[in-house]
């Protein structure tokens, strides 16, 4: 019983991961209808903001102390990060231990200024273009920005920690009444549960509760009527791609401290994320926010022992061997639309 | 001829004097010349081009032709590459036993992936056989380890059976006593050229797969398979059921990645899972796409830009440029060297993206269109419109056989 | 056979498929050769081949410095580094057999298919006599295959598996790293003085060929000093989020994790069990701890203040206080400005290596050198006496058993040196069952 708790804990986050993800990728399928290989790579950008955000303010000034020696001998240079020479080291010290939560505020406008660049910028041209195109010039776009960040960070993994009061693990199990260490859970990991669900529930009530949302589902069931009405659907797409940008750059921030950020873990997560939105439905936010939270669920439970011993090598299959299944009995996915992305 | 028009009989001619003397077309620089880095005419990059030629054929034949895009067709190369590996296990180092088995197991693999994956078009479609492939990834790295061997891929060890090898039979591939490794070098002035017989053996496979293809795009089939990119529901209307054709035409590029996975294990007697993970079924799609979908000679085309790449520029250091631009004054040098660093060695994937999305931008029927616009300009641009590439860009009607 | 008839019939049948028209000056470069590449005119070309895009791209990029250090001290530039430590003397600064060290270098993006290609490439077209580098045992048994039909040698760079030098041992490629079961041997005994000898521990295993060699070694050499093996759970290479498998570990009575990954697997393993805090708890009434037996300072760098106190074990470091080590160490850090990593040690040392193993056979001849190289002993390489053993190619020498700073004072201090385990204690004989199967075959010159 623990161990299922402690596996749905555990599906609960990855689908989270997942789930937002692939929520800002629907949202580009979705309302521009265009397969945006790039999306994983926007999800790196997040998680590099932080990074970024934790350089910035670690930025030092450097003193040669000729009482200790680096590794040829030469005096040791040492670096004091401005900030905590001055706010002192109480507080400097603290508003770096916080860098990831603060990277947050960062990176929604970077987030939502590289959505609008890349729109105008390029995705614009490409409404009309056949699907293979996009294709080409997202996947293009992808290793581009990989590149770059790569020439800047290099390609080794970037620690980045939580703050130190999330570090460490919440005695859940204590909670429903179970003995003590059966069920813990990392609290960071916690956190980036319940701010996932912060998040997509607020990109829900957008959509569904203010009139920029209203026009822009009304765009998304038939881009043209809406257009005949004399609204500016044009813009308003603009801004649905920096939304959704942001969402995966803050789903790339709150991310950096589970698993520290390297260039190329955007495309670790972009097959996935498709799979997820394509077992979602094409079309559909609720979709690809239950199918995440599915395959994550699915996943997390494929790689207990107890499922394991019955079926070797389960785990390695599981996402695709479901999404087969559930595209095998639900022709459109778990609630697609008819006619989105189907020839 | 051989059932093509004369237009096509010509283009066929084209491609035939084009395959069989890339070793000295690749080769255009001297070899004691500092742009010899450039040049391309060695056994292996060759072979490259001609099997994963072969691969984008096959699925242009799918995708340029039904608009299906399958994005697992890798599994298939992986697949014909085991069975031409286990063939040398069991039997010996022939290649003949080993590429027939690849493409009747490849055939087989597809005919099961593509009746299933069929029932859905669209991204659903696309999403099926990626999960396929995928699924045949990650088994073949651990699970299915007694059959792949695994990370470190398969191979021929010494304590294996190999029942039919005699005393004096080769040790590496060969098609009946013609070593794939060996080649014949020639000089000429500064050049060098090497005429490999592992090239040799696979352009002439490559010929041969391209005149079908190319029957295959002008017969009645290949007719039938546009109509279901043109309109599925119409076609349905008219009475005929396109799963079939759909199916066939899946099967047949399924073989076709099968034979270039065995190519792959034929020049070199390794398979690895590699070959059939995403990347690499992302890397088919790229090369046609590139090369322009739905074109004959594109996506060959497309096969060896990204391999070129590949391939060349990754072999670029920053000893190599210093030693291009070192008649430049020092400083001058320095920039100049630091301006291309980033694009050349551990940059070439950065070259390759750029140049992705400025083909797509600006070219978008993909590279032939480029080679179209340059041979209009050559030709002059009065003929443009009568002859807008016929042989590559095949309108429906007027080109049935 | 002779090798003149292949030629001819070659010839033949290249000749008609370009068409008989064409003329043929031919010079058969291939005939006059006593071996693949043979260096003619005043330059010898190495081959460097290491992942420089993919996730071990840094790992690669240290390798490639190295290697282009060991190629200005073999022509005599620079301060020469270990040649004035290195026990043979036959290598003068003057390139080798007087020809001048030239490189090519390539990327193996660490997937055997792109590694072969690279290699190949090297040999084919510039004309490379020999190949080092990588930074993994599925490239390196796929480039030595390569290299062993081919016809030169191979240095195999960062590869840990057994079957390296075991199952998949070829008569042209060495290994100087060393392996997974030294790993167990090297630091079981400090293991049990740390932890005492009656741990109860839990594996979690990259589920590829490498794991699999390294989580066998681990394991038999912990159980052979009491400890109990609980479980064993293999874990997708492509896994990013460990989360599910680290889970079940508190629960399952053990009171040791053991982290049979490498690279990005193992910084996100090792950081996602910190995070479940496994390290703070009591289990069975003992501090539970976590292992990591194959450390590198890259992934030590990227876990952060995950490693503190995590035990390990590394071929090589740049702290060790030898003399060689410390002639090494200076002359890269004043060249690039940082340490350099155990893999980049490696790769240099493989460079002088085979030069040395040139210098001393006389000729460049892969069968001349492999003669060389076979049995052969030195010292003054920064890891004490070694000896290149004939009978499977292996490097034996000191281990170091590592552990995590707890207090670092700068960004290469991350790891630090617990003991140097004497060779002697890691030294197995050539038919342990762990590498049983393989079979060096004979030398390959290519001719």
Redesign the interface.
């Known amino acids: 019983m623990?161990?299922i708790i402690?596996?749905i804990?555990?599906?609960l986050?990855?689908g989270s991961?997942y789930a937002l993800i692939a929520l800002g990728l629907t949202l580009i399928f979705g309302t521009l209808g265009v397969?945006n290989f790039a999306h994983g790579a926007l999800f790196m950008l997040g998680s590099f903001c932080a990074v970024t955000l934790q350089k910035i303010l670690s930025l030092s000034f450097t003193v040669e102390d000729p009482t200790?020696k680096?590794?040829?001998g030469n005096p040791?240079k040492v670096d004091t990060p401005y900030i905590v020479s001055w706010f002192g080291d109480a507080t400097g010290n603290a508003i770096l231990n916080w860098s990831v939560p603060l990277a947050i505020l960062f990176a929604i406008p970077v987030m939502l200024l590289v959505g609008y660049v890349m729109e105008r910028g390029?995705i614009k041209?490409f409404y009309k273009?056949p699907?293979?195109?996009q294709?080409?010039?997202t996947?293009?776009?992808?290793?581009?920005i990989?590149?770059?960040v790569?020439?800047f960070y290099?390609?080794?993994?970037?620690?980045t920690?939580a703050p130190d009061m999330f570090?460490?693990?919440l005695d859940f199990g204590v909670l429903i009444g179970f003995a003590q260490?059966?069920i813990?859970?990392?609290y960071?990991?916690l956190v980036y549960f319940l701010f996932s669900a912060v998040i997509i529930s607020a990109v829900f009530a957008f959509l569904r509760f203010t009139t920029f949302g209203m026009v822009v589902r009304a765009g998304m069931a038939d881009r043209e009527t809406v257009g005949l009405l004399g609204i500016n659907i044009d813009k308003r797409f603009t801004i649905m791609f920096g939304i959704a940008a942001a969402v995966a750059g803050l789903a790339g921030v709150m991310y950096a401290p589970?698993?520290?950020p390297?260039y190329?873990?955007g495309m670790?997560?972009l097959?996935l994320s498709?799979?997820v939105v394509?077992?979602g439905g094409?079309g559909s936010l609720p979709g690809a926010v239950l199918a995440g939270f599915l395959l994550g669920i699915l996943?997390?439970f494929a790689?207990?022992?107890e499922v394991?011993s019955i079926i070797?090598?389960i785990?390695?299959?599981i996402i695709?061997?479901v999404?087969?299944i559930i595209?095998?009995t639900r022709?459109?996915?778990l609630m697609g639309r008819k006619g989105v992305?189907?020839? | 001829m051989l059932g093509l028009s004369k237009k096509d009989t010509t283009f066929l001619l084209v491609v035939i004097f084009l395959t069989l003397a890339t070793p000295i077309l690749l080769q255009p620089f001297p070899e004691s010349s500092a742009l010899a880095q450039f040049n391309a005419g060695y056994p292996d990059l060759m072979q490259r081009f001609a099997i994963f030629g072969i691969f984008a054929i096959g699925f242009n034949i799918l995708f340029g032709l039904t608009g299906y895009l399958s994005f697992g067709h890798a599994a298939f190369l992986g697949v014909g590459s085991y069975s031409v590996v286990w063939m040398y296990k069991l039997l010996n180092y022939n290649v003949v036993p080993g590429l027939v088995l690849a493409i009747i197991m490849s055939g087989l693999f597809a005919l099961f992936i593509g009746y299933i994956s069929l029932r859905r078009s669209g991204i659903y479609f696309s999403i099926l056989t990626l999960a396929f492939a995928q699924m045949s990834f990650n088994l073949a790295y651990s699970v299915l380890t007694p059959l792949t061997n695994g990370e470190t891929g398969l191979q021929v060890y010494n304590n294996d059976p190999q029942v039919l090898m005699s005393e004096g039979s080769p040790t590496s591939p060969h098609f009946f006593g013609i070593v794939m490794n060996e080649a014949t070098k020639v000089d000429v002035g500064g050049w060098q050229f090497t005429f490999s017989n592992g090239y040799y053996f696979c352009a002439i496979i490559a010929i041969i797969v391209f005149y079908l293809s190319l029957r295959i795009f002008r017969s009645p089939f290949g007719i039938m398979l546009r109509a279901i990119k043109t309109n599925q529901t119409r076609m349905n209307y008219t009475g005929l059921n396109p799963r079939p054709y759909t199916l066939a035409a899946f099967v047949i590029s399924g073989m076709y990645a099968g034979l270039a996975g065995g190519l792959l294990a034929a020049m070199d007697p390794l398979a690895g899972a590699e070959r059939m993970q995403w990347t690499a079924s992302g890397e088919v799609v790229l090369m046609t796409i590139l090369g322009g979908a739905g074109t004959l000679m594109g996506p060959v085309l497309g096969a060896g830009f990204i391999k070129y790449f590949e391939n060349i520029f990754s072999k670029i250091n920053d000893n190599i440029l210093h030693s291009w631009f070192s008649a430049l004054p020092d400083g001058l040098e320095d920039f100049v060297v630091f301006v291309f660093h980033p694009f050349i060695g551990k940059g070439w994937n950065l070259t390759l993206g750029l140049l992705f999305m400025l083909v797509v931008i600006f070219l978008p029927g993909g590279l032939i269109e480029g080679g179209t616009r340059i041979w209009n300009a050559i030709t002059g641009k009065n003929r443009k419109k009568k002859r807008e590439d016929a042989a590559h860009h095949p309108k429906p009607t007027s080109h049935v056989n | 056979m002779t090798k003149f008839q292949i030629n001819r019939r070659s010839l033949i049948k290249s000749g008609a498929a370009i068409g008989a028209g064409l003329a043929l000056p031919t010079i058969f470069t291939s005939s006059a050769r006593a071996y693949l590449n043979e260096p003619k005119g005043g330059t010898v070309t190495l081959g460097f081949n290491v992942p420089q895009t993919g996730p071990y791209a840094d790992e690669g990029l240290d390798e490639l410095r190295a290697q282009e250090l060991a190629v200005q001290h073999l022509n005599g530039e620079g301060d020469g580094g270990m040649l004035n430590t290195f026990s043979s003397k036959a290598l003068k600064g003057n390139g080798i057999l007087g020809k001048k060290v030239q490189f090519v270098s390539g990327d193996t993006q660490t997937k055997s298919d792109a590694a072969r290609a690279s290699a190949k490439s090297m040999i084919e077209k510039d004309g490379a006599i020999m190949i080092n580098g990588g930074s993994s045992s599925g490239v390196a048994v796929a480039v030595q295959g390569l290299c062993q039909e081919a016809g030169v040698i191979f240095m195999a760079g960062l590869t840990h598996s057994n079957d390296t030098t075991g199952k998949d041992k070829k008569r042209n490629g060495f290994r100087h790293f060393f392996n997974a079961y030294m790993s167990g041997a090297a630091l079981a005994p400090v293991l049990a003085k740390a932890y005492g000898t009656d741990r109860r521990a839990y594996h979690l295993t990259a589920d590829y060929t490498w794991g699999w060699t390294q989580q066998e070694s681990i394991a038999t050499a912990t159980e052979a000093m009491g400890w109990e093996t609980v479980n064993n759970v293999l874990t997708p290479l492509a896994s990013t989020d460990f989360s599910s498998y680290i889970a079940p570990v508190l629960n399952s009575g053990a009171d040791v994790l053991i982290l049979n990954h490498y690279g990005g697997n193992m910084v996100n393993s090792l950081t996602n069990a910190v995070q479940f805090g496994l390290r703070d708890k009591m289990v069975n009434g003992k501090q539970f701890e976590i292992i990591v037996p194959l450390y590198s300072e890259l992934m030590a760098a990227g876990a952060g203040a995950n490693v503190r106190g995590v035990y390990g074990s590394m071929n090589w470091n740049w702290q060790l206080q030898d003399e060689g080590s410390k002639a090494f160490v200076k002359s890269f850090g004043e060249k690039y400005g940082r340490p350099p990593s155990n893999s980049a040690h490696t790769c240099y040392v493989q460079t002088l290596l085979y030069a040395d193993a040139c210098e001393r056979a006389g000729t460049f001849d892969p069968c001349g050198v492999v003669d060389a190289l076979e049995g052969f002993e030195f010292d003054g390489m920064g890891n004490g006496p070694t000896l290149y053993r004939a009978d499977d190619h292996q490097c034996f020498k000191d281990v170091l058993v590592m552990k995590g700073t707890d207090n670092p004072t700068n960004e290469y201090d991350t790891l630090e040196i617990v003991e140097v385990t004497p060779r002697a204690q890691v030294e197995y004989a050539p038919d342990h069952p762990m590498f049983a199967g393989g079979d060096l075959g004979a030398c390959n010159s290519g001719a």
């Not at chain 1, 996947?139 to 581009?144: D, S």
């Not at chain 1, 290099?154 to 620690?159: K, R, S, V, Y």
């Open positions: 623990d161990a402690l596996q804990l555990n599906g986050d990855k991961a397969v200790q680096d590794f040829l040791l390029l041209h273009r699907h293979a195109d294709i080409l010039v996947f293009g776009l992808a290793i581009v990989q590149e770059i790569k020439y290099g390609a080794n993994p970037i620690p920690p570090r460490g693990s260490n059966e813990i859970y990392p960071w990991r589970i698993n520290s390297n190329h873990m670790d997560f097959v498709f799979v394509v077992v094409m996943e997390s790689s207990m022992n394991k070797p090598g785990d390695q299959i695709y061997f999404a087969i595209l095998l022709p459109r996915g992305m189907e020839e």
